[in-house]
């Protein structure tokens, strides 16, 4: 971890090693692995797992209930959600979202609860996904849809 962040808050958190956290960020019983860059204003609850060399870009959110498999890519502005019907009091429901390995999600993309992206696959810039995407895949829009094909890449 980088030495020297100021006003970040990490509690109860699990960083491998070679991995940077940067300034702002909010770190709450997750697990980063190794060789993974946390940058700025990042916040991630309890329970979540980023996997090993993995690139989380600025102002992201990623909330309990989300696993991210080694190799994946997150642009700024990604925001993953973890309830179907959210509300501010009452009952909720947890909804898992998967993201396999090498996939990348381009910036100010919305991850919809319950969902799994494939390993290999793209996100295009601004996609709101609600519904899994298969590995390899290139998806975009809203909703997300599939347009194309992604060569494998490790």
């Known amino acids: 971890m980088r030495s020297g962040s100021k006003y970040s808050v990490i ?63 997150i642009g700024p502005h990604v925001s993953f959600t973890n309830d179907k019907y959210p509300r501010s009091r009452g009952d909720w429901s947890l909804l898992k979202t998967r993201v396999k390995k090498f996939a990348s999600i381009g910036a100010g993309c919305t991850i919809n609860p319950g969902v799994t992206i494939g390993e290999n696959a793209l996100i295009g810039s601004g996609s709101v996904v609600t519904k899994d995407i298969p590995s390899n895949a290139v998806a975009v829009g809203n909703p997300a849809r599939v347009v194309g094909q992604r060569e494998l890449q490790r």
Do not use: H
């Not at 916040?43 to 959110?61: A, H, L, M, Q, S």
């Open 11 to 73: 509690k109860k958190s699990r960083i491998g090693k070679g991995s940077r956290v940067y300034d702002q960020v909010n770190l709450y019983g997750c697990t980063i692995g190794k060789n993974t860059k946390i940058d700025a204003y990042v916040y991630i609850e309890e329970g979540v797992t980023i996997g090993d060399n993995c690139k989380v870009r600025p102002f992201v959110f990623i909330p309990t209930g989300v696993t991210i498999e080694d190799g994946v890519f």
